[in-house]
Each structure stands twice: as C-alpha cells, then as structure tokens.
C-alpha cells in the first residue's frame, strides 16, 4: 500500500479545503452581494425579504415587465 495515498493531512486534503471555502465564498457572493439589475440593483437575499414582508413594494413596484423581443 503506497503511504502518500492513504495518509490524513497531504495536499489533496488541503487543496479539497481549499476548493470547498472557494465555492462557500462564490455562494455568498452570488445570494448576497450581486447585484440583479432587473430587480432594482439590489442583491437577490435582500429582494427576497422585502417581497416575503411585502413592506418595502417600492423595489417590487420598479420592476418593468418582460420584453418578448
């Protein structure tokens, strides 16, 4: 049995963590801090939460209606 593949702690391990919080960084991105021009420029969790409260309906209310050009 070859050592280096069966071993804890070697550079596959750390390049695994290292792709895992890349991915956890792009993902908090993506829901949090994007911007969504069709929805007001406003990232997707914070259009999420006014529509669910419906209290702030002026980013709901900007909204234009699709195009079908």
């Known amino acids: 049995?070859?050592?280096?593949?069966?071993?804890r702690g070697d550079s596959y391990d750390n390049a695994l963590a290292d792709v895992e919080y890349a991915t956890l960084e792009w993902l908090d991105w993506f829901n949090h801090r994007r911007l969504l021009e069709p929805d007001g420029?406003?990232?997707?969790?914070?259009?999420?939460?006014?529509?669910?409260?419906?209290e702030d309906t002026s980013i709901i209310e900007q909204l234009e209606e699709p195009s079908l050009r």
């Open 41 to 54: 420029n406003v990232p997707p969790a914070e259009f999420e939460a006014a529509y669910s409260r419906k």
């Open 1 to 7: 049995m070859n050592i280096s593949v069966d071993s």
